[in-house]
């Protein structure tokens, strides 16, 4: 069982940067692969990005490529992600997912979510 928590949301404004983190416990979260994810109240779950349990692969979403950075800490059991250059589009509530195995783009492949954070860009 692995129960994860988001935080660093909140309000930037348009070409700003937020850091969410997603921390984690349970046991043995160090074999998990994390994925990001991001909700608007009129879209489905998006991926955003995936990063192995050893943090050498890393995955991202075409809309936030090259702006996006997800890096983990198996010693402290945090997953972050750096987001620079924000846009409004990128509003939403973000969430953290592990699952056991390889990554995945796709949220139903994931066993476990954190409860969320939201991020708002003004533009």
């Known amino acids: 069982q692995v129960q994860l928590v988001e935080s660093g949301g909140g309000l930037v404004q348009v070409g700003g940067s937020l850091r969410l983190s997603c921390a984690a416990s349970?046991?043995?979260?160090?074999?998990?692969?994390v994925g990001w994810f991001r909700q608007t109240p009129e879209n489905e779950r998006e991926y955003v990005a995936d990063i192995s349990w050893t943090g050498i692969n890393t995955h991202y979403g075409d809309s936030v490529k090259g702006r996006f950075t997800i890096a983990r800490n198996n010693t402290e059991n945090t997953v972050d992600l750096q987001m620079n250059s924000l846009k409004p589009e990128d509003t939403a509530v973000y969430y953290c997912?592990?699952?056991?195995?390889?990554?995945?783009?796709?949220?139903?492949?994931?066993?476990?979510w954190g409860q969320g954070t939201q991020v708002t860009v003004s533009s």
């Open positions: 349970g046991r043995a979260f160090s074999n998990y692969a």
């Open positions: 997912a592990a699952r056991t195995g390889v990554t995945s783009i796709h949220a139903h492949e994931y066993e476990y």
